[in-house]
T-cell receptor, first 114, second 114 residues
Framework: GAGVSQSPSNKVTEKGKDVELRCDPISGHTALYWYRQSLGQGLEFLIYFQGNSAPDKSGLPSDRFSAERTGGSVSTLTIQRTQQEDSAVYLC????????????FGPGTRLTVT | TQLLEQSPQFLSIQEGENLTVYCNSSSVFSSLQWYRQEPGEGPVLLVTVVTGGEVKKLKRLTFQFGDARKDSSLHITAAQPGDTGLYLCAGALITQGGSEKLVFGKGTKLTVNP
């Protein structure tokens, strides 16, 4: 079966513009995660969706960041009024259960804010 | 403050050498995972350790979970160029809300020279 897919693979945007990043998780996976990875850094947790529960938004760095997951499947991460410090690789992962189970990662979206 | 400290951050060795990567924390984890990430791709799970003191072997890779479940190590025997990549440890924490969340270390970038 297909793995986690993300689009676009690369996004270059001007400072101040809004961007939307998409994640298609593995079918049937109830948990979906967004992470941010800056150059030379580990993964920074952003947000976590688990089934129909309220998402854990504790990792979102500012109110310019938001995410939604429609129908328990596809997720969109939106960054409003982008800043240069938002430049990073944004990774999405899905899991059949909770965090302690294997997370399957997509290839990421490389965002560059000029 | 980094919850999970990985060391060393960078490691460059010759083919055939042995190496150990460390992952340390003051927090207790319900489980700990090791991932390997190659450029342009998302991390891929290598192993999950759950029990304090647990040792798991995956061919030339040996993973150990500390007795107190606060630290872990990854040992590679007779490293090969194909082992080159970013190695990430990730600990599963139970949040105040009762859900689980993975926290990642910054990673160890390993280069094995032929």
């Amino acid at each position: 079966g297909a793995g986690v897919s993300q689009s676009p693979s690369n996004k270059v945007t001007e400072k101040g513009k809004d961007v939307e990043l998409r994640c298609d998780p593995i079918s049937g996976h109830t948990a979906l995660y967004w992470y941010r990875q800056s150059l030379g850094q580990g993964l920074e947790f952003l947000i976590y969706f688990q089934g129909n529960s309220a998402p854990d938004k504790s990792g979102l760095p500012s109110d310019r960041f938001s995410a939604e997951r429609t129908g328990g499947s596809v997720s969109t991460l939106t960054i409003q009024r982008t800043q240069q410090e938002d430049s990073a690789v944004y990774l999405c992962a899905s899991s059949p259960k909770s965090a302690s189970y294997e997370q399957y990662f997509g290839p990421g979206t490389r965002l560059t804010v000029t | 403050t980094q919850l999970l400290e990985q060391s060393p951050q960078f490691l460059s060795i010759q083919e055939g050498e042995n190496l150990t990567v460390y992952c340390n924390s003051s927090s207790v984890f319900s489980s700990l995972q090791w991932y390997r990430q190659e450029p342009g791709e998302g991390p891929v799970l290598l192993v999950t350790v759950v029990t304090g003191g647990e040792v798991k072997k995956l061919k030339r890779l040996t993973f150990q979970f500390g007795d107190a479940r606060k630290d872990s190590s990854l040992h590679i025997t007779a490293a090969q160029p194909g082992d080159t990549g970013l190695y990430l440890c990730a600990g599963a924490l139970i949040t105040q809300g009762g859900s689980e969340k993975l926290v990642f270390g910054k990673g160890t970038k390993l280069t094995v020279n032929p």
